[in-house]
């Protein structure tokens, strides 16, 4: 079975530093990785999405994530944060099966970003 | 172009009474998959339906059963509430297909007393 990873429940950064959050996925086949970002009382909106070629994913925000098959990770960085990027953050891996491609999410990180 | 729009937004009921949540899906999507989100947790898949068809369920009783319309949009029902049933309900659209990116709905969110 397909299982995500978040490895920090919380990161806490302040603004214009860089920052990494962390996934780590289990897969026995290939898989399509996606961040999802959740600001407060609202539902999820898409950041990035790998599904094949290059393993640098450039998304909105200025955020970006690397596929690295061999850790098994997809860690999402972005190299100057601001305020307004204070969120919870969700990995999830599209398991398709029985013609249908469910996400199963990791627990979240929640990033806040300080002044 | 309205994006997912899910009702009503905040919904109280007390334990044993049934709900029905609604989903209607980003314009040109023809498939909609449900979520349950707890407090403090990701997402977990409820069930996915295409075509009027429930196509995949998670790990959910029988209480918690859907439909889809012609129309594409959606309900989740839930009977016999329990208050672990308290959490955010997560509507998703897509396009059928391989590698089709889910669109989210802000959320219902649902207090069971």
């Known amino acids: 079975a397909q299982s995500v990873t978040q490895l920090d429940s919380q990161v806490p950064v302040f603004e214009e530093a860089p920052v990494e959050l962390r996934c780590n996925y289990s897969?026995?086949?290939?898989?399509?990785l996606f961040w999802y970002v959740q600001y407060p009382n609202q539902g999820l909106q898409l950041l990035l999405k790998?599904?094949?070629?290059?393993?640098l994913v450039k998304g909105i925000n200025g955020f970006e994530a690397e596929f690295n098959k061999s850790q098994t990770s997809f860690h999402l960085r972005k190299p100057s944060v601001h305020i307004s990027d204070t969120a919870e953050y969700f990995c999830?891996?599209?398991?398709?099966?029985?013609?249908?491609?469910?996400?199963?999410f990791g627990t979240g990180t929640r990033l806040q970003v300080f002044p | 172009d309205a994006g997912v729009t899910q009702s009503p937004t905040h919904l109280i009921k007390t334990r044993g009474q049934q709900v029905t949540l609604r989903c209607s899906p980003k314009?040109?999507?023809?498939?909609v998959s449900w979520y349950q989100q707890a407090l403090g947790q990701g997402p977990q898949f409820i069930f996915q339906?295409?075509?009027?068809?429930?196509?995949q369920r998670g790990n959910f009783p029988d209480r918690f059963s859907g439909h889809q319309f012609p129309n594409y949009s959606s309900e989740l029902n839930v009977n016999a509430l329990l208050l672990g049933d308290s959490a955010l309900y997560l509507c998703?659209?897509?396009?059928?297909?391989?590698?089709?990116?889910?669109?989210f709905g802000d959320g219902t969110r649902l207090s069971i007393l």
């Open positions: 998703a659209s897509s396009l059928t297909g391989d590698n089709q990116p889910q669109h």
């Open positions: 897969s026995s086949v290939s898989v399509y």
């Open positions: 790998y599904l094949s070629g290059s393993t």
């Open positions: 999830a891996v599209s398991d398709w099966t029985y013609n249908t491609d469910k996400l199963i």
């Open positions: 314009s040109g999507h023809d498939t």
């Open positions: 339906y295409y075509e009027e068809e429930e196509r």
